[in-house]
């Protein structure tokens, strides 16, 4: 009993991180058509400044991740500016390859900066743990689903009750008549971009205390977060979610119990599966083509 306890719990702690990243993908994807390749370096740059923040300039790890997260929509706004503004009325293939660009010279940034020796990242509740149902249980695991839980219902209201939120759907159903209806899909872009790369930064920071960070920390995250994506039907906010439980699950759970070995390409398995049966995902919708 308390080994499921155990996996369940990692399992939905990974999950829910996942859902953060999985949801920069689609926020961006929503607002611009657009695949961004350097999600990942965003992962790991988002850890990384919350390192420096914390370790450099001595701030409280909270005080740290905040300002991380400041910095990174910052730097999702510049990448916009650079990869995606210069060629947004290009073919999205040209845009998909600019994004792939910067992900390289991130991670050449960062590798330049940090050096490839692993660092970890300071918790705000530090090694704590506790027991539940009799497994010790680390208390950084059910921050990331608190913190992660808080962020989701945000984004859903985000995109549900506010008026940005409308514009967005408004720009993903329809670039050229919501220009044409007033509405500044320029603007819309940039913020897209900016919460795009905090959210991939927020799932860094909640992981990066449990892992230790290298050049390479985010690249995983990313190609779980688009399994998720995919298995949930990708454009879906609660498809996106659901399926990075479901990653979670078939990692930590299913993994943890009967397949070790072959524990981190069971999503991808699954996610191949999938688009063999049901191209759409679990909870998109089925789209002609003539």
């Not at 007033?182 to 819309?188: C, E, F, K, Y």
């Amino acid at each position: 009993m308390s080994t499921f306890v155990a996996l369940s719990v990692s399992a939905l702690a990974y999950g829910a991180a996942l859902a953060l990243a999985a949801l920069g993908f689609l926020v961006l994807y929503k607002a611009t058509g657009v695949v961004n390749f350097a999600h990942g370096d965003l992962i790991t740059l988002g850890g990384y400044l919350a390192l420096w923040f914390i370790t450099a300039l001595h701030l409280a790890p909270v005080a740290g991740y905040l300002v991380a997260l400041a910095v990174m929509f910052g730097a999702g706004v510049l990448l916009e500016r650079v990869a995606f503004a210069p060629l947004r009325r290009r073919p999205h293939l040209t845009v998909l390859i600019a994004t792939l660009a910067a992900a390289l010279v991130l991670r050449a940034a960062i590798s330049l900066w940090q050096g490839s020796t692993p660092r970890k990242l300071p918790s705000p509740v530090g090694d704590e743990v506790v027991t539940i149902l009799g497994a010790p249980i680390a208390v950084q695991r059910l921050v990331i689903i608190g913190v992660a839980a808080v962020c989701l219902t945000g984004i859903v209201l985000l995109f549900t009750r506010t008026g940005f939120g409308r514009q967005l759907r408004a720009v993903s159903s329809d670039r050229m008549a919501a220009e044409l209806h007033g509405i500044n899909t320029t603007r819309v872009s940039v913020v897209a971009w900016g919460l795009s790369a905090a959210l991939a930064a927020l799932a860094g920071i909640l992981i990066a205390p449990l892992s230790a960070l290298d050049v390479n920390f985010g690249f995983t995250m990313m190609l779980a977060a688009f399994a998720a994506a995919v298995l949930g039907g990708f454009g879906s906010l609660w498809g996106a979610t659901l399926g990075a439980v479901l990653v979670g699950v078939l990692q930590h759970l299913v993994g943890g119990y009967v397949l070790q070995d072959f524990a981190v390409v069971l999503p991808f398995l699954a996610m191949l599966l999938l688009l063999a049966l049901r191209p759409q995902g679990l909870f998109g919708k089925a789209v002609s083509r003539l």
